[in-house]
Structure formats: C-alpha cells, structure tokens
C-alpha cells in the first residue's frame, strides 16, 4: 500500500494524542519539545512531540516534614529516624521489584560482595575496635567468608509441572520489605550476610543492629549502598537507624509496611519477635557439646576442636561449648590439644578463672544467648570474647607463645559445661561409655538443637549420636567452622534459625512461594 508523507504524518500525531489523552495531558503541542524523524517515501520530515519520561524515581517523603533527609549518612541509607528508614527502604523495594530483573539483582549483590572483599579488613577493625571482642584476623576472615559463601539469585530455584491437565510452575517471590536483628557477636558480618540473601530474593532490608556495634554496622550500611547504587540499583534497599533502641526495635515491629521479621540473637529476642503476629525467621540460643569417642583420630579431633572454639575467642554460636571424651582416650586428647595451642587450667586455677570471669546470676538477665533458670552463673560481660593470654595474665600466668584457648577437666555439672560461654575456655568431661557421651552432651544442649560435633570412625556411633541431638547442624570429624562452609562444603549463613525452623538460612529463605496454573492443557476429552 502506497502512503504519502501527509498519510504517515497523521498516523503519528493520532498516536501521539492517544498518548497524551491517556496521561491526562492535553493533545496541544508543546513549544519544548523534541525531534523526530520520520521517513516516507518522498524524504525525511521532523516530527514534533512531548518527552514522556519513562521512569522517574520518587523521592522519600518523611513522615515528618520538618525532617531533613539529605544528609551524607541517610543518603547512604543510616537515618536518624527509625520511620524514615522504613519509608526509604519500603519506596526502594517497590522500584526494585518492578524494574530490576534477576540478572540485575545479581549484578547488585557481585558489587556487594567485591566491595566488602575490598574492605574487608577495615571492617573486621571497625567491629574489633567498637566492640573489643573477638579477634581481629578471625573477623577479617568472616567478613570474607560472608561475602564470597553467602548465595545469591542461584539459590532461587523454579519448580514445574505438566501433564494432561496443564502446566503449573512454582515461583521464589519476595516477601517485601524486611526488618532484621543482628547481634554484637557477628555485627557487620550479618548484615553483609542477610543483606545477600534478602535481595537476591527481591526483598529490601531495615536493620536494628546492636547498639555496641552501630558505628561499625553503619560503616557496612554505607559501603554496601554505594555498591548497588554503583551496579545501577535503587538507594536504600539497605538501611538501619543510627541510634538504635528498644523503642525503634518496637517502631520497626509494629510498622505495617515491614512484612517479615529476621532476628539473630537470644531466645528473648526471638520470642518478641514472634509475638509480632507477623511471619519470624528467628536465629536462638546454642551451646553446642562434642563427642570424641574411642575410634577417632585423635590428632585430627585437637585440632579440630581448637580451631574452632578459639576461632574469634569462642563468639559464634556455633563453636564448640564442651567435650565428651571416652575415658580411655581422654589424656590422648588432651595431650594432643596441649601440643596445638591449648592450656590446661590446674583446679585452683579453673576457680581463679571463675571467679572474675563468671558472676552470680541474680536476675533473669543471661549474657549468653541461652537462659536455663536452673543456672546459678553467668558470663561477665567484661570477658566475653576475650583472648585466653588475657585470662592467664590476670591469675598471674605467664602465657605461653600463642596460646589459643585455655581448657579444662571438669564435672558435668560445672558452670562451664553447663553456661554458653562465649569466652575461650573450653571444658573437658570424661565418660565411660558413648551412651553416657550421648546423654550427657543431649542434656547440655539443652534443647536448642543448634549445633553438634563427633569425632569417630564408627558411622554407626555418629548416627547414634544425630538422631539423639537433633540439631541444625551436625559436623562430623571437622571444626564446627566446617558447618557454616569455612573448611567444608555447603554455603554459609550467620543466622541459623533453629527456633523456628528454617535451619541454615539463604535467599530461598526470604522468599514466599508462588503457584501459577495454566489449567486443562490445551484440549478437552469429549465422552
């Protein structure tokens, strides 16, 4: 069909004023506009037409007018107000659940992850110098640890299924905006963690981190805001407040718009959480026993153990609490524990530790993640995570070179086997036979089904001791690090949610399951 220039210039200015009617603006013609051409068989004509943005961001209207909003810190998503961080993130989710593709989300999170790999070390000295916990190599390498084993978009898997009725496909969809709880054990690892997880979900996050971390966790806030707004990603999918309190903890609560409830920490933090009414992942207490039964390499077992309970001076939840060891084997191992970094407390020095390190317990206030009220003790707040060359200093030991953890032979009913320490001493029980091993380590467990180790080459007295345990993770012949991915294989996470169930969490976590049908598959039987 033959059209004249006239012909195809009426066609535009139709389109155009559907267009514009469609907006809500008039059909007139604009004096600023823009130029296009449009070709017809006779030449090249401009034709004029108004500029339409396609997108235009939003900006973040505080529920406070008088609030200002355009500092450098709440640019980079650290606000001073618990409800301007919610509005900020709740925008941001909106325009990355519309216009980010999983392509892009995990551009974002490849820019997370390489710019905490950058700064990783100045990281794990914020959190060391702010919290004086822990040490400081050990923090370098979770921060690496979170950034390079936290999975991202791969761990969304979709589901389908066809047959003579149709296909149906099962689909990872984001919650929306989340409110998350980090502890002062794991400040910036965790929200480096969750931070992954919850947007390779598509969901954003609001943070309530710990007041003895917020300078370092505002620090991680920062850096991973400039990582996604770089990759091209929305501001303030990240955001805390500044100033954290129980109070902003409640505002973040009870906000309407914040749809899921992530908290790391103790068993009173989960049970806040989960009388929200709104759904709760919650990370608990733990305070994980090890078995060493009669079979185990016993070299191996040592080193193990150590590498793992002094790793950052016993601060995870996960690390190992207290050893069951057979009798038979029990100087063995302490002997080989000696030889790779251990120091044996005498009696009246286990006394002189407990002393200043433990304090009577005169309230329902247990500085552990755990709480049994049948316990008569609990950690100073002083010596959590602090290193065991410190411990013999103040009872006027000598330490030797590279002293890694202080141990100790002790009773069953001792504080030490029976409190979650967070401290570098480690107990050493010794049983007589695995069924009293397994007895005795499910009952100092109490009930938490966090973490659990075994050295043994029996497989039969490994499975023994799983079925009896019941924990999240169960690490056989390894570090308990090996159960987070850091020596063994698996992804890691730092918040285990053993109280309500979701186990190791990752982005599949965060996400809700969608159905889509497509019924009756094309054609119908006709009797």
């Known amino acids: 069909m033959n059209m004249t220039e006239k012909d195809i210039e009426k066609i535009v200015q139709s389109v155009l004023h559907n267009v514009e009617s469609a907006l809500g603006k008039s059909a007139s013609a604009s004096p600023s506009v823009s130029a296009v051409s449009v070709a017809s068989g006779e030449g090249i004509k401009p034709v004029q037409f108004k500029q339409v943005p396609v997108f235009q961001q939003e900006t973040v209207k505080s529920p406070n007018r008088n609030r200002n909003l355009g500092g450098a810190e709440e640019k980079w998503g650290v606000f001073n107000h618990m409800e301007d961080a919610i509005e900020a993130s709740y925008r941001a989710q909106m325009e990355f659940v519309k216009h980010f593709q999983l392509k892009d989300r995990e551009k974002i999170i490849t820019a997370i992850r390489e710019a905490v790999l950058r700064e990783k070390e100045v990281l794990a000295r914020k959190v060391y110098e702010e919290t004086k916990i822990g040490r400081y190599e050990d923090k370098v390498a979770k921060h690496e640890l979170a950034a390079l084993k936290t999975p991202g978009t791969e761990d969304l898997k979709t589901e389908a299924f066809s047959g003579d009725n149709g296909l149906t496909i099962v689909e990872r969809a984001p919650y929306g905006l989340i409110g998350a709880v980090t502890p002062v054990t794991n400040p910036t690892e965790t929200i480096i963690n969750n931070a992954i997880g919850m947007l390779a979900a598509g ?87 090890v078995i060493v039964d009669d079979t185990a390499d016993l070299e ?24 069951f060891v057979l009798e038979s084997v029990a100087d063995d191992l302490i002997f080989h524990m000696l030889n790779h970094g251990a ?13 200043f ?18 316990r008569h003790y609990q950690v100073s707040k002083d010596w959590i995570g602090q290193d065991a060359r410190l411990f013999l200093e103040h009872i006027g030991v000598q330490p030797p070179t590279e002293v890694k953890l202080l141990i100790c032979d002790v009773e069953f009913d001792h504080p030490f086997v029976q409190l979650e320490q967070m401290m570098p001493v480690l107990p050493i029980v010794r049983v007589k036979t695995l069924d009293e091993a397994i007895e005795k380590a499910v009952m100092a467990e109490h009930g938490n089904r966090h973490t659990a180790i075994m050295h043994s080459k029996n497989v039969d007295h490994l499975t023994k001791f799983a ?21 063994g294989e698996g992804h890691t996470t730092m918040t285990i949610a053993g109280p309500t169930g979701e186990g190791v969490t990752s982005a599949k976590t965060f996400t809700r399951e969608r159905r889509c049908v497509l019924a009756e598959g094309g054609f119908r039987i006709i009797g």
């Open 300 to 323: 191996h077992a040592a080193r193990s153990i150590i590498e793992g309970a002094a790793f950052d001076n016993n601060l995870l939840c996960i690390a190992e609490k207290e050893v």
């Open 467 to 487: 079925r009896a345990i019941q924990t999240t993770l169960f690490v056989k012949n390894a570090s308990s690090l090996a159960g987070v991915g850091y020596g």
């Open 357 to 374: 390190a433990l304090e009577e317990q005169g309230n329902e206030q247990n500085r552990g993640c755990g709480f049994n009220p049948q």
């Open 203 to 289: 969901n954003a996050v609001v943070f309530n981190v710990h007041p003895s971390s917020k300078r370092s966790c505002a620090y991680a806030v920062q850096l991973i805001n400039k990582a996604i707004t770089e990759a091209g990603g929305p501001h303030h999918l990240v955001t805390m407040v500044k100033e954290p309190t129980l109070d902003t903890l409640q505002t973040l609560i009870d906000s309407p718009k914040v749809k899921l409830l992530v908290g790391t920490g103790g068993p009173g933090l989960v049970q806040t959480l989960l009388k929200s009414g709104k759904k709760a992942i919650g990370a608990g207490a733990g305070n994980p026993p």
């Open 343 to 355: 120091y044996m407390l005498g009696q009246h020095e286990v006394e002189q530790v407990m002393a």
